[in-house]
């Protein structure tokens, strides 16, 4: 495993790449919602494909590049860049064509087979994207990268970013989607079956932010009782208060706790699923996220030890397209997202609240987010920096979840003839404890869980979350 560590990736070419022609309803810019403004920085994921037979790793790249220029045309603020207002902290998308960036790179010497299992982390993974040189000046950096990788095997890599202010989750998959759908019009070796699979349909994106910009005259004035409203914002609040408290009373200065995450993936099956539901609920008929949830909740809780009236929390991300009082429009192509909040104590956590009534909990806090509290939520995070990188600290008391499962990535048709990828490994996000839950690719009703851990607590967590 040492050896891959420092396996050579030698980038063969480097280019710009513009939209191939010019869209007649493109605006000059887009205005961002305070939800785009959270995380301005690049989000990215790894495609792995294990077989080129078909056709020759030169076909690849330049089939991507005229895909993506294609795609480019119609997701025109993929090819601009991020600038601040006048004012000097608001970002925007300036819609520049300054283009998108594609790199083209060979791994000397390693074949795919070599990396085991793709779904446990590797470090090498990081040197299959593109990352391009960063001094805060937000204004040069490309929002979309790839980077196309060969192994020896024939296999291939592609490793794509994508600016979090950009997109969130679902309109990075119908961006992606849709380049790899436009890469297949220009690959001779393309089966037309493909045109005719539901999964292939390409959304009309809508780039416009509409109702998310709130009017900040309307809301002037109310800030104090409508940030109230969003209960994300008030634990989170709290939890910085007691991670505050608790260091002064430990005469120690409130710092970050960075000790080095690791990134594990653990793979859960359909049936192996469905059975810790039945053992656990008794009855109660949930979603697999809404049991996973509560599961990974108390599990986390308890392999980090923490004390037993601290406050302890879970938040997880809950799309907001048809919560919104007009629903947003099909295709809709920002951040749509906001955290729903549950709070308790660890000892209320791990001794008194079932795995049911933490369900019962987080549909309650699910069902609360309406338009109050999406306005509430924005409202909170249009008063801090706008330029900052949307880190939170990583308070062990937080546990985060992103659910990924209805964005099966992996069906992504880059490879041959429209095939699906073998696996998508998304890398370390800014927060590394972040929860994600992924479609597994062989088995339609399975959860890939993929955490990031302190290194001390890997062992205690793997036990708990696998014993129910």
């Not at 937000?138 to 997109?167: D, E, K, N, W």
């Not at 969003?230 to 208060?241: D, G, V, W």
């Not at 009703?445 to 990031?452: F, M, P, Q, S």
Request: glycine share 6%; charged share 20%.
């Amino acid at each position: 495993m040492h050896m891959l560590m420092t396996t050579r990736i030698d980038i063969i070419q480097k280019l710009n790449v513009y939209p191939r022609f010019q869209n007649h309803d493109k605006k000059k810019l887009i205005t961002l919602s305070n939800l785009d403004r959270q995380c301005p920085l690049l989000m990215y994921s790894v495609f792995f494909y294990k077989n080129t037979t078909s056709r020759d790793f030169d076909s690849v790249f330049s089939d991507l590049k005229l895909g993506l220029e294609e795609t480019l045309s119609v997701w025109y603020p993929a090819a601009g860049r991020l600038s601040l207002d006048g004012g000097g902290c608001k970002l925007n998308i300036r819609c520049n064509d300054g283009g998108a960036v594609m790199v083209e790179a060979v791994a000397t010497g390693v074949k795919l087979s070599e990396l085991a299992d793709l779904t446990q982390y590797n470090e090498l993974y990081e040197n299959l994207v593109y990352k391009p040189s960063f001094d805060g000046d937000f204004s040069v950096m490309p929002l979309v990268v790839a980077q196309v990788t060969r192994f020896a095997c024939g296999g291939y890599s592609i490793g794509i970013g994508t600016s979090h202010s950009l997109f969130d989750g679902i309109s990075a998959y119908e961006f992606i989607h849709a380049w790899a759908f436009n890469s297949h019009i220009h690959n001779k070796y393309s089966n037309a079956k493909i045109t005719s699979k539901k999964d292939n349909l390409v959304i009309k994106p809508v780039h416009d932010r509409g109702n998310l910009l709130l009017n900040r005259d309307v809301n002037q004035g109310r800030d104090a009782i409508r940030v109230s409203n969003a209960a994300a914002i008030c634990h989170l609040y709290q939890l910085i208060k007691q991670a505050m408290m608790t260091h002064q009373e430990q005469n120690r200065n409130f710092e970050l706790l960075d000790s080095g995450f690791v990134i594990k993936t653990f793979e859960l099956n359909g049936e192996a699923i469905e059975s810790m539901m039945k053992k656990s609920l008794e009855g109660l008929l949930c979603t697999s996220f809404e049991f996973l949830a509560a599961h990974l909740w108390k599990a986390r809780t308890k392999a980090l030890g923490l004390r037993r009236d601290a406050m302890v929390c879970l938040q997880f991300a809950v799309d907001i397209r048809k919560r919104t009082e007009s629903p947003l429009p099909e295709g809709f192509s920002g951040n749509a997202y906001v955290l729903a909040s549950v709070a308790s104590t660890t000892r209320e956590l791990l001794e008194e609240l079932t795995l049911e009534s933490i369900v019962n909990k987080i549909r309650e806090a699910k069902k609360s987010i309406d338009q109050d509290y999406i306005n509430s939520y924005m409202e909170a995070l249009g008063g801090s920096d706008q330029s900052n990188d949307g880190n939170l600290p990583p308070l062990k008391e937080l546990t985060l979840i992103s659910d990924w499962t209805k964005m099966p990535f992996h069906n992504v048709g880059f490879g041959n003839g429209g095939e699906p990828a073998d696996y998508v490994a998304p890398l370390c996000p800014p927060v590394p404890q972040v929860a994600y839950f992924m479609k597994n690719p062989k088995d339609a009703k399975g959860v890939l869980v993929r955490i990031g851990l302190d290194p001390r607590d890997v062992n205690d967590f793997s036990n708990h979350f696998l014993d129910c």
